[in-house]
């Protein structure tokens, strides 16, 4: 789908009136032209038309045309839609006589894949090429398209959606309508793995599922959390295109899920008769493979069937009348503190909930907690009452959310909006002005240990800093900034997790981060602290941990080894996000920065006469030798160097009489073997992973 952010509000109202044509088939000609329309009015075309082929349907092809002329319009596109399919494009190109001051624009949607349909558009010809904006609506064209192909197969009077009792047995969550409700979500999503869970107030609980690799499926997790949770808050749909680096993750569901290997993944909230939420259906895939607008728009339509879904309203908290007197002046005078001290803005939100006698949230403009914290807390179901956090001119955006427990506004304190939004302002700016502060100390600081470890100011600057010095345990973070860049607020976030997780800060280094442990301590799993970052920055995160030290120039040696694993981790099979340092492995124990530099000596000795010959006579029997012994066959040595396998007999043959070695003794034979890999990795490992992916295959 295109970015929401490009469109204009007339092609926000087009693509919602497309959507509601796909879902809505008994309005659906009257949505078409009101898009239409809408489209027009966007970019002053004269007309714009809508063809649509049918396969194997008598007429084969319908149009819908919105513009000027309209009955002039219509005759001369029915005179042309009578010819073959394959040449209506051709005759479309050749307006009528009352359109020849126009630039005609025709656009077949799919672009690539054979047409399932046209669009077309007519403009002034001094508009023509700045004013098209057809791209935006292509994709819901053909989406709206092939749903008009699939409703024999899904929506036909002979299919299980038409009948009458399975609909009735569905709304009553009758466990055996709910199987058949999964099995219909499964064909029409070409899911792997379909899910049901009963919403209630405080939770989602999931009680039937089809596709599961094991038995046992199932979790329960709080409103507001999670995919499901979210959907449920929010009453909207909720699509993630990579279960394991989306927002959504919740600590104690996702061991559920991903013992699923599930990846792409949908939740639509299906509501009662009052617009509360009463169940959560999901869909998922085993690969990262989003699911298309679409499914998205078939998967609605089926949720129209069967709304609205029984549910029991929790009883709603009464609250007895208070008088508030005494109470704003309390109040009034505490925010004026707050004005002055206040640091962070979880100290408004305390603030506020005990003035309001509820919960409390400030957003921003994406709707995510400037409080980290606060996202962790299950909010209300209900609506909140919202306060605009940018009334004029203000820096930050967004909102505060409100479920009161006292009657609003109060009449004791008219300017309460404007006061409270103010110190709103006034605590965030304060606040992101000291953490950058704070977070270029720390990344100061860190980048004087790797130039001089020794230097004895930085140890007291870390302690300073309140950073484990002595000892401790690196831990090295990277995202994939590709797509989307951290922000100061991001980054903010981010650290905010960390230090909830492990009372230690993030140390920011571009796309990267260092965090330094106490290695005294209990902390959680990396796998739980990614999952929570996540949740701040949904991009590809990777984790490697497991570097220690106990001294400043050790944490050099650590950072290092640490980055060469990331290079590593990145470069391996996708889908591994976390490595741990001390595994014990060959390249882990090459990588250490402490032998580093002996085993590369080490390396040199034993080869040093065969690399003096190959330098004297411009030979290449270095390379032959460490291939062939890595690969251990001359034929794999021989198709990797594109020579015949009988050169790599002779110049292995011949490397091995230089170096006058004996073979048969253990030592030499493992050190000619170790030489040989460490030779590769370092000169040529591009070899060593093609091997790998050799080995893979």
């Known amino acids: 789908m295109t970015d929401s952010a490009y469109h204009t509000t007339e092609i926000t109202i087009l693509l919602k009136q497309l959507e509601y044509a796909a879902v809505y088939p008994e309005s659906r000609m009257h949505f078409i032209k009101e898009a239409l329309k809408s489209y027009n009015r966007d970019v002053q075309a004269m007309g714009s038309a809508i063809i649509f082929y049918h396969e194997q349907e008598d007429p084969p092809i319908s149009y819908m045309y919105a513009g000027t002329n309209e009955k002039e319009m219509h005759d001369w596109l029915h005179t042309r839609l009578k010819v073959s399919g394959d040449i209506i494009e051709t005759e479309m190109k050749q307006g009528p ?45 053909k989406a709206l398209a092939e749903i008009m192909r699939k ?62 690799l094991r038995p046992g499926f199932g979790f329960q997790l709080p409103i507001g959390q999670g995919i499901g949770g979210n959907a449920a808050s929010k009453r909207n749909i909720i699509q993630v295109n990579d279960y394991r680096n989306c927002s959504y993750r919740y600590e104690e569901v996702t061991n559920a899920v991903d013992s699923e290997d599930i990846r792409s993944g949908f939740a639509i909230p299906f509501l009662d008769a009052h617009g509360n939420p009463t169940g959560i259906l999901y869909a998922s895939r085993r690969k990262i493979d989003p699911f298309s607008l679409t499914e998205n ?22 609250y007895t009348a208070e008088s508030f007197q005494s109470l704003v002046a309390k109040k009034k005078k505490e925010l004026r503190t707050l004005l002055l001290k206040a640091r962070n803005i979880q100290e408004i939100e305390v603030w506020l909930e005990d003035l309001v006698k509820g919960n409390v949230t400030i957003v921003d403009d994406r709707g995510n907690p400037y409080n980290q914290a606060a996202s962790l807390v299950a909010k209300p179901v209900d609506q909140p009452m919202t ?29 309460a909006e404007e006061d409270i939004v103010n110190a709103c302002q006034i605590v965030l700016e304060r606040q992101e002005k000291q953490q950058r502060v704070q977070e270029n100390q720390k990344a100061s600081w860190f980048k004087d240990i790797l130039q001089a470890p020794n230097r004895e100011q930085l140890f007291y600057e870390g302690v300073r800093l309140g950073l484990p010095v002595n000892q401790g345990e690196l831990w090295y973070i990277e995202w994939d900034e590709k797509s989307r860049r951290t922000t100061q607020r991001i980054r903010s976030e981010l650290e905010e997790v960390a230090l909830r997780l492990f009372k230690s800060p993030l140390i920011f280094l571009e796309s990267s981060a260092i965090l330094l442990l106490n290695e005294t301590k209990t902390y959680h799993t990396p796998e739980t602290f990614r999952d929570y970052l996540l949740k701040v920055f949904p991009v590809a995160t990777w984790v490697v941990h ?101 050169t790599v007999h002779y110049r292995t043959r011949r490397a091995k009489e230089i170096l006058q070695l004996d073979l048969n003794n253990p030592e030499n034979d493992v050190s000619l073997k170790l030489s040989a890999y460490i030779y590769l990795r370092k000169y040529h490992p591009e070899m060593l992973q093609a091997v790998s992916r050799k080995e893979r295959q």
């Not at 002979?158 to 009758?174: A, F, G, P, T, Y």
């Not at 609605?300 to 709603?316: F, G």
């Not at 006292?406 to 004791?412: E, S």
């Not at 400043?552 to 470069?571: C, G, H, I, P, V």
Request: charged fraction near 25%.
């Open 546 to 646: 497991g570097a220690t030290y106990t001294a400043l120039n050790e944490l050099k040696n650590a950072f290092y080894q640490s980055k060469k694993m990331m290079t590593r981790l990145q470069d391996a099979e996708k889908g591994n996000y976390i490595m741990e340092i001390d595994d014990y492995r060959l390249n882990s124990l090459l990588d250490n920065p402490s032998l580093h530099e002996d085993l590369e000596k080490f390396t040199y000795r034993i080869l040093l006469p065969v690399l003096e010959y190959d330098q004297h006579n411009d030979t290449q029997l270095t390379k032959t030798l460490v291939l062939s012994i890595i690969l251990e066959k001359p034929s794999l040595a021989a198709e990797r160097l594109f020579i015949h396998t009988n």
């Open 297 to 318: 728009l078939l998967l609605q339509r089926v949720r129209n069937i069967v709304d609205p879904i029984t549910h029991k309203r929790p009883s709603k908290k009464l």
């Open 151 to 212: 409703e024999k197969l899904y929506f036909s009077d002979s299919c299980i959606l038409r009948n009458q009792e399975w609909v009735e047995l569905v709304q009553q969550k009758d466990p055996g309508g709910l199987n058949e409700l999964l099995t219909v979500t499964q064909s029409i999503m070409g899911s792997d793995m379909v899910f049901w869970g009963n919403a209630n107030h405080k939770n989602v609980e999931i009680t039937n599922h089809a596709g599961a």
């Open 387 to 415: 306060f605009n956090l940018h009334q004029t001119e203000e820096t930050y955006t967004g909102k505060i959310l409100m479920w009161p427990g006292i009657a609003l506004p109060m009449k004791d304190w008219p300017e």
């Open 97 to 141: 006589v009352f359109l020849e001051d126009f630039q005609t624009n025709i656009w077949p949607f799919p672009n690539q894949d054979e047409p399932i349909g046209l669009f077309i558009e007519w403009y002034p010809s001094q508009l023509a090429r700045k004013m098209s904006k057809s791209s935006f609506i292509l994709p819901h064209l």
